[in-house]
């Protein structure tokens, strides 16, 4: 009986599937973080492009309507979201400092520069819901994607 229970515990035989149980756990949550994270910033840089393209569609005098209807609607579609959810700013700055209306003018011997930006909001729902850094009492994380150009 002794000689077996020796034999037993020199055996080292299937060490490498218990090892393999214990660290399998790790990996798998590992992987599937990263994928997460891979399909967050996917969509970050969809919004991102969304606002650009749609920006560029309607400097480019594609726009029917008026250009702050226009690039909140393109930017919506585009980014496959509700109207709601874009934000169109437009601002006018007199030697850098920004001026209470766009359609003013500056004081004659002040630099003059249009601006006009577009701001989209999308909410994100990671595969597993875990309440960490901004997540909402949901799981769910707000992100945005914001493109602005001078146009003048």
């Known amino acids: 009986m002794m000689m077996t229970l020796n034999r037993l515990l020199r055996d080292d035989r299937g060490a490498a599937i218990i090892e393999l149980a214990l660290a399998a756990p790790v990996f798998a949550v590992m992987i599937i973080g990263m994928s997460d994270m891979a399909r967050a910033y996917s969509t970050k840089l969809q919004l ?3 606002s650009q393209r749609s920006i560029e569609k309607v400097m480019n005098g594609q726009a029917t309507t008026t250009v702050a209807e226009a690039l909140k609607t393109e930017a919506a579609t585009t980014a496959g ?3 709601s959810q874009v934000t169109v ?3 006018l700055e007199c030697d850098g400092a920004r001026a209470a209306s766009y359609d003013s003018g500056c004081n004659p ?3 003059q520069r249009r601006y ?3 701001h989209i909001s999308k909410i994100f729902t990671p595969m597993f819901k875990i309440k960490f850094g901004a997540a909402k009492a ?3 994380y707000t992100l ?3 493109t602005s150009v001078r146009i003048q």
Do not use: L, R
């Open 144 to 146: 945005y994607g914001k």
């Open 138 to 140: 949901n799981g769910n």
């Open 89 to 91: 700013d437009y601002w």
């Open 116 to 118: 006009m930006s577009v």
């Open 109 to 111: 011997g002040q630099v």
């Open 81 to 83: 979201v509700p109207e």
């Open 48 to 50: 991102e492009q969304a």
